[in-house]
């Protein structure tokens, strides 16, 4: 491999290892949440499922 | 090598490579969409061609993460080397696979909409100021699409138009690619559900191939600031001692900012070329000499070496560069001569030549 290659390999990976956590943690952290007093919403599979079609 | 266009040079080699992978990627898919649902109540709870989405979009992402793994495991050891020989077609099917997992996204959540599938791809989700929310669909298509490029410009046609330094540089875009999945997936997948499977395949992939990458660069750039000693008289430098070489293979050095020259020793003689392959910029001086010629590790491309010339009817050509012997250390001018210049290799001599049949170090430094 070039040299130059192997520098810009080195600097493309330090540049992944760095900003891709970073935006990961930006992210997850950034994910709404629901507030402690929320009402208690059922949306699982008993409460949506409604009536049968026929 | 070859001298005209083809498709692909079928060998023994390749067809094992691709079977392997073809059998793998055929496993997978079965495992995913058979036990998956036995073993995940929420994959199980999911309709079919939600299954095939995600069978073939984690199938995509798995290979990738191996694709990009093969690169610095070859540099850290040799013996993944053989897995570089194929990795095009690895590269290939990856694309492939990317592909039919967005082709079962488009037919899915985009086939019902009196809005063309592309259009409405683009407009379902505009929420472009939103972190979370952030339209995740087009780091996909943005990863897919580089895919799709170096998938089509793989072949050895497109490495010679383009010259090996250029090729190069378009296909280290993967690793923006790369990039662009790694958010697709948290963005998409990882938000919108709980599975630890997938969290620990994009996350546990980025640490792994981070780790791997940057070793291997560590590793380069250390080899590349101990440059070899310069001899007395500029502009020689020394790369090492004759004993040092084992028959048929090779020490590597270089000058002070240079790029790196390797010397094989062959049948008595001492040849010095450039360590850069002319096919793929591969390491030629951690290959060995075939029947009497320097052959590259990483595709088998051959050169002669007095003149650094494949032998006809073939064209490649590397660099060859002036040695001499003082006492048993090898010296080399690190200026490169002109393409093609015959420099017959430099005689050992005959005291020198015992040692050859215990080499310090394996033969390479």
Known sequence: ?54 | MSLSYKPVIWNKTKLIYDAVMLAGIFIYILIFLRLGPVISSALRDTDLPIQRMRAFGSLALLMLTIVLAIGPLARIDARFVPLLYNRRHFGVMTAITAATHAYYVLGWYFSFSPTPQLTALFTSNTSFTSIAGFPFELFGVFALVILAILAVTSHDFWLSFLTPPVWKAIHMSVYFAYAAVILHVALGALIDRRDLALAFLSLGGLATLCVLHLIAGRRETSADAAASKKAPEAPWVIVGDVSEIAEGRAIIGMAQGGERIAVFRSKGGLSAVSNICSHQNGPIGEGKVVIGFITCPWHGYQYRPEDGCSPPPFRERIRKYRLRLEGSSILVDPEPLPLGTKVEPLAILAELSPAAAAPKNGGTV
């Open chain 1, 1 to 54: 491999m070039q040299r130059r290659h192997r520098r810009a390999h080195t600097v493309i990976w330090t540049g992944i290892a760095v900003v891709i956590p970073i935006m990961l943690i930006v992210i997850f952290a950034s994910v709404p949440k629901l507030p402690a007093d929320a009402p208690a919403v059922r949306l699982d599979a008993t409460a949506t499922q409604g009536d049968k079609q026929p």
